[in-house]
């Protein structure tokens, strides 16, 4: 049980362009997701908090405008890049939280994104 | 400042050895500490999540150590396998004064485990 699933796993777009990902918690509902971005040999870094239902909660320095997040059911949050710039190019992983279960979140496959 | 420091960097083993990866961390309040494992191009993986009162948690050959007074944690691999070269990761969890949160999350960044044939 806990499986979160991100699709797709990885895209190629071209500067300009938007893409979306998704995140899916496929066994269980999910109040709560985060989004995250690791760039190589770092940490991951917390971007947003998508609370289903309700505006997300973007971390200070991540542009809400750029990163468009939506969580409309509660097994699915998506996280769109848009006007993607080479600079965007990272691997985005988001997790989510069994409603209800206390902190314990699950981490979804990761998304690598590159951008040319 | 809140920070989870992690040691060594990187760590090459032969298979079948022992090894032992190191967390040290500056979180208050505290609330777990979990670690995880990270397949390269992969999402972490969950392998032992640790509250303040516990000490010592197994998952297979994994067993994980917690010295709340210290502010130190260990992760421990017996008997290696290729299969566990990956990043481990070690995240605390800062117990935050309002609900609706995943909690303060701050991340090492990791061991890097090459096990070698």
């Known amino acids: 049980g806990a499986v979160v699933s991100q699709h797709p796993s990885w895209v190629i777009c071209k500067s300009g362009t938007s893409v979306k990902i998704e995140c899916r918690s496929l066994d269980f509902q999910a109040t709560t997701m985060f989004w995250y971005r690791q760039f190589p040999k770092q940490s991951l870094m917390l971007m947003a908090t998508s609370n289903e239902g309700s505006k997300a909660t973007y971390e200070q320095g991540v542009e809400k405008d750029k990163f468009l997040i939506n969580h409309a059911s509660l097994t699915l949050s998506t996280l769109t890049v848009t006007s993607a710039h080479p600079e965007d190019s990272s691997f985005y992983i988001c997790?989510?939280?069994?409603?209800?279960?206390?902190?314990?979140?699950?981490f979804g496959q990761g998304t690598r994104l590159t951008v040319v | 400042k809140n920070q989870v420091e992690q040691s060594p960097q990187s760590l090459i083993i032969l298979e079948g050895k022992n090894c032992t990866l190191q967390?040290?961390?500056?979180?208050?309040?505290?609330?777990?500490l979990r670690w995880y494992k990270q397949d390269t191009g992969r999402g972490p993986v969950s392998l032992t999540i640790?509250?303040?009162?516990?000490n010592t948690k197994s998952n297979g050959r994994y067993t994980a150590t917690l010295d709340a007074d210290t502010k130190q944690s260990s992760l421990h691999i017996t008997a290696s396998q290729l299969s566990d070269s990956a990043s481990y990761i070690c995240?605390?969890?800062?117990?935050?004064?309002?609900?609706?949160?995943?909690?303060?999350?701050?991340f090492g960044k990791g061991t890097k485990l090459s096990v070698k044939p």
């Open positions: 967390c040290n961390y500056t979180v208050s309040p505290f609330s777990n």
């Open positions: 640790m509250t303040f009162s516990e």
């Open positions: 997790s989510a939280r069994r409603t209800g279960r206390g902190t314990e979140a699950f």
């Open positions: 995240v605390v969890s800062a117990r935050m004064n309002y609900g609706g949160s995943q909690g303060n999350l701050i």
